[in-house]
């Protein structure tokens, strides 16, 4: 999906399932990275602002 110009949103009455083989997703404004979710043994979510990395670790069987 690639639009120019306007919103796209995602409506669906289950769930949302995004499935990369390469095993990280990527969220990006303009081409810029500022977030990931890596899954190499265990999930991270990492967000990134300027030049500061901030990590976020959420274990199994925790709720957050």
């Known amino acids: ?5 306007g919103d796209l949103t995602i409506d669906v009455a289950g769930d949302i399932v995004l499935d990369a083989d390469g095993a990280d997703i990527k969220l990006a404004d303009d081409g810029t990275v500022f977030g990931e979710l890596k899954n ?3 999930v991270t979510i990492d967000f990134r602002e300027d030049e500061i990395k901030l990590d976020c670790l959420v274990e199994e069987n925790e709720t957050v």
């Not at 999906?1 to 110009?5: F, G, K, Q, R």
């Open 1 to 5: 999906i690639d639009l120019s110009s």
């Open 40 to 42: 190499g043994g265990s």
